[in-house]
């Protein structure tokens, strides 16, 4: 029988699904062992908190093919609906965290990298030299945070209001903007 809304107002509301998510945290000292992760934990620990379910997490090295085959298989073979990266967003040579987003998205979502930088220039000038970007690819989203855990841990309260309502829509969910 077709479910006509009032078993929800019964019911009261209904919660919100459990979308997956996984970290990758890109760095070559990280991946060599010669420096501890913090940042990949931390936002480990900060989205599990938010409620979303780590599917999982990795340290890989900063390098354009490590970073474009992680992602696709993310998403293509796990079919994980958040990513969130951190590091390889500056300027450094070895920086291209962003190059590897251009090869792998269809859209990118620009408003939610700037709305981080410009909250992160309040903080540090430091910030305008994040390059990160916010991308989908199928129906997941991707966000690039930058790598040192101050960095990450800022960046990532920016975008958490946002994350529910984005992942409904590209879901295919017909959520109102208003809500
Ligand atoms: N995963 C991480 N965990 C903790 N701190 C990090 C992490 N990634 C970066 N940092 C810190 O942020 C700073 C800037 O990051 P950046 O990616 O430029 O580091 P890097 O050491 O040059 O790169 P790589 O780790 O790829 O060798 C680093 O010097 C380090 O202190
Ligand atoms: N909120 C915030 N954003 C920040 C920073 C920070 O400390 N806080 N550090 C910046 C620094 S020092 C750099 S070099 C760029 C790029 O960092 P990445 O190369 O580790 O990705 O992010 C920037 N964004």
């Known amino acids: 029988m077709k479910n006509n809304g009032n078993d929800r107002q019964l019911a009261g509301p209904v919660p919100a699904p459990a979308y997956s998510f996984a970290v990758l945290t890109l760095s070559d ?26 599917q999982s997490y990795a340290i ?9 085959d992680a992602l696709i298989a993310l998403v293509d073979r796990q079919a994980v609906d958040l990513i969130v990266t951190t590091g390889g967003t500056g300027v450094a040579p070895t920086d291209v965290t962003p190059e590897a987003m251009l ?6 979502v620009p408003g939610m990298a700037e709305a981080m930088r410009a909250e992160s220039l309040r903080k540090t000038p430091h910030a305008m030299l994040s390059r990160g970007k916010v991308g989908i690819r199928g129906q997941t989203l991707i966000v690039n945070l930058p790598g040192s855990l101050k960095a990450a841990r800022e960046n990532i309260e ?22």
Do not use: F
């Open 29 to 54: 000292k990280g991946s060599r062992g010669e420096r501890e992760d913090t940042s990949g934990p931390y936002l480990v620990e900060r989205l599990t908190r938010e409620g979303y379910v780590l």
């Open 103 to 108: 090869q792998i998205i269809d859209k990118e």
């Open 158 to 179: 920016v975008v958490l209001p946002v994350l529910p309502h984005a992942l409904e829509k590209i879901g295919g969910g017909t959520a109102d903007c208003a809500s």
């Open 60 to 68: 890989i090295p900063d390098q354009l093919p490590v970073i474009v």
